[in-house]
């Protein structure tokens, strides 16, 4: 089974609990306003892998894993390469690798089953927590994303939520405390990380003669990310 990989990070401490093989696969259907990595948006780009090459590469990393770590599928969406995604999983649970995936859950949960079965945990992204700015700046319904959180819960996946924070879109308390209440309604969510918006991908944009939709956008200063962090109590641990 191949599939076609933007790049590889040997010893990420980022994207999941613990020390990670992360592999970003390529190709994206959504275009954020905020997306760090242009770059993985063309489903043909990239470089072609086997899945087994995938996970031998992870495999020399294990010691470095310990209780905690594993591997995370990245992007880019995952859930574009769906076969490839599952046949990488099956391999590192055959392997006993933890498996990560990281994802925009802006998907069809219902035909992601053969991936989310090999699945430990869930890096779900959720970009805001209106409606209207989903559908303003992501390209997509919050319904779809909420529905995909639905079944995450309903199959017991542990779930991590994501969220971009971006200086005059979503660094409000009152965008906290919503996504605080989406995680007490879904006891897969164990924990919330908020990161801060970043503009070193501009390069990427200018490379590729795109306009960096939030380009005008200020990064957000440490001390907001601090006060906003502080409000995620037990899921911010
Ligand atoms: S889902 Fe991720 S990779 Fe796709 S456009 Fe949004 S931020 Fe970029």
Not at 70 to 85: D, K, N, V, Y
Request: hydrophobic letters at 35%; proline letters at 5%.
């Amino acid at each position: 089974m191949k599939g076609r990989i933007h790049s590889f990070q040997s010893l990420g401490t980022l994207d999941g609990p613990g020390v990670r093989f992360v592999a970003f696969l390529q190709g994206c259907p959504l275009r954020c306003g905020c997306c760090h990595n242009p770059d993985t948006w063309d489903g043909q780009g990239g470089t072609e892998y086997e899945a087994e090459d995938i996970v031998r590469r992870a495999e020399r990393y294990r010691s470095y894993f310990g209780q905690t770590g594993g591997i995370t599928l990245s992007g880019g969406e995952p859930f574009m390469q769906r076969e490839f995604a599952a046949e990488i999983f099956r391999l590192c649970h055959e392997q006993k690798i933890h498996t990560c995936l990281d994802t925009s859950g802006c998907v069809d949960a219902e035909k992601c089953g053969q991936v989310l079965m090999h699945t430990d945990r869930v890096l779900l992204d959720i970009k805001y927590t209106e409606a209207a700015l989903y559908e303003k700046h992501v390209g997509c319904k919050m319904q779809q994303v909420i529905s995909f959180l639905q079944y995450l819960n309903r199959e017991n996946i542990p779930v991590t939520l994501r969220q971009v924070i971006i200086p005059t879109l979503n660094d409000t308390e009152e965008n906290v405390l919503r996504l605080l209440e989406i995680a007490r309604q879904y006891p897969c969510v164990d924990k919330i990380e908020l990161l801060p918006f970043r503009k070193i991908c501009q390069t990427k944009y200018d490379m590729m003669g795109v306009a960096f939709p939030f380009g005008h956008l200020p990064e957000p200063d440490p001390g907001r990310m601090d006060e906003l962090r502080q409000l995620l109590g037990r899921y911010g641990g």
